[in-house]
T-cell receptor, first 115, second 112 residues
């Protein structure tokens, strides 16, 4: 158990809908990262937040957005969902803001299925 | 843009050393090299990281080329529990907007 929690574990929805994925970082960690992993693919880095502010941006679509709240939990919002958005979404946390040696601790993931 | 290149898969026999290569020819001077692995049905977990010098920890060793354009993750005695996808990652500094570049990963198959 990494200490990072993600809810829900599974989510099934329809095309065109909007969903929110939630992540709670390890106690004391200030950064939250979001990743997308499509079936049998590698991880795609989406975005990182550090202490409430956006720190680094990857291949995040405009239909996706994220935020980190004062209690440091984070939410990833996915809108106008398409079949291709079906994937496993991982959240990770780290102590610092992206310093070179920061270790990321990953949650168990949320599996999103878009029908 | 920086990128990392890894072989899709590799096979090794149990109890033998494994060398997993990664090419990162566009690495910048302040990028750190990180390795993570993902066991089946789990989230990735940290393995090791380094900048210029070779590094060792209880899980593995990291050998970094002198020009830093490639690195090799070394598992000294692979066991069946080491079967996983291994990712090579570049972590940038503020100068590169803290970029985080993940490779596509190498699936390591261990034969008993």
């Amino acid at each position: 158990d990494s200490g990072v929690t993600q809810t829900p574990k599974h989510l099934i929805t329809a095309t065109g809908q909007r969903v929110t994925l939630r992540c709670s970082p390890r106690s004391g960690d200030l950064s939250v990262y979001w990743y997308q992993q499509s079936l049998d693919q590698g991880l795609q880095f989406l975005i990182q937040y550090y202490n409430g502010e956006e720190r680094a941006k990857g291949n995040i679509l405009e239909r996706f957005s994220a935020q980190q709240f004062p209690d440091l939990h984070s939410e990833l919002n996915l809108s106008s969902l398409e079949l291709g958005d079906s994937a496993l979404y991982f959240c990770a946390s780290s102590v610092g803001g992206g310093q070179f040696t920061d270790t990321q601790y990953f949650g168990p993931g949320t599996r999103l299925t878009v029908l | 843009d920086a990128k990392t290149t890894q072989p899709n898969s590799m096979e090794s026999n149990e109890e033998e050393p494994v060398h997993l290569p990664c090419n990162h020819s566009t690495i910048s001077g302040t990028d750190y090299i990180h390795w993570y692995r993902q066991l089946p049905s789990q989230g990735p977990e940290y393995v090791i990281h380094g900048l210029t010098s070779n590094v060792n920890n209880r899980m593995a060793s990291l050998a970094i080329a002198e020009d830093r354009k490639s690195s090799t993750l070394i598992l000294h005695r692979a066991t069946l529990r080491d079967a996983a996808v291994y990712y090579c990652i570049l972590r940038g500094s503020m100068d590169s907007n803290y970029q985080l570049i993940w490779g596509a990963g190498t699936k390591l198959i261990i034969k008993p």
